[in-house]
C-alpha cells in the first residue's frame, strides 16, 4: 500500500515557476515508477511526465517538454515536478502516481494517457493556476 500526498501548487504568473512535491508513505517506494498527470476543468486527464523507479529514466509529454522536469529522491520516498516557463495551458490539478508496471510498458504508451490505467495509486492532487 502507497499512499501519496501532493503539495507546491498555487498561483503562479506565466513565465514563472513552481516545484511540486508527491510524498510517498511506505518502505517500497523505490520499487515504483512515479508519474506526473493533470486534469484541467472540462477536461480528461493528460500525462505530463514520469520517472522510472532508479530515476535513470524519464519520459514527458510533448507540452511540456524543455520546460518541465521530473525528479526522485527515494531516501525521502519523494518525487518532484520542476515547472518552468509556466503558461496559462498549463493550469490544471496536478496529480502523482505509483505503479509497479514495467518501465518499458508505462514509457511506451501510445496515447501515454493510456499509460494511467498501469498505476496503482493515486494523490489528491494539487492545483496549479496559471494567469496571464
Known amino acids: 500500500q502507497v499512499q501519496l500526498v501532493e503539495s507546491g501548487g498555487g498561483l503562479v504568473q506565466a513565465g514563472g515557476s513552481l516545484r511540486l512535491s508527491c510524498a510517498a508513505s511506505g518502505r517500497t517506494f523505490s520499487s515504483y515508477a512515479m508519474g506526473w498527470f493533470r486534469q484541467a476543468p472540462g477536461k480528461e486527464r493528460e500525462f505530463v511526465a514520469a520517472?522510472?523507479?532508479?530515476?535513470?529514466?524519464?519520459y514527458y509529454a510533448d507540452s511540456v517538454k524543455g520546460r518541465f522536469t521530473i525528479s526522485r529522491d527515494n531516501a525521502k520516498n519523494t518525487v518532484y515536478l520542476q515547472m518552468n516557463s509556466l503558461k496559462p495551458g498549463d493550469t490544471a490539478v496536478y496529480y502523482c502516481?505509483?505503479?509497479?508496471?514495467?518501465?518499458?510498458?508505462?514509457?511506451?504508451?501510445?496515447?501515454?494517457?493510456?499509460?494511467?490505467?498501469?498505476?496503482?495509486?493515486w494523490g489528491q492532487g494539487t492545483q496549479v493556476t496559471v494567469s496571464s
Open positions: 502516481a505509483a505503479t509497479l508496471a514495467p518501465w518499458a510498458l508505462i514509457a511506451t504508451m501510445t496515447p501515454p494517457e493510456a499509460s494511467g490505467y498501469e498505476y496503482d495509486y
Open positions: 520517472i522510472s523507479w532508479s530515476g535513470g529514466s524519464t
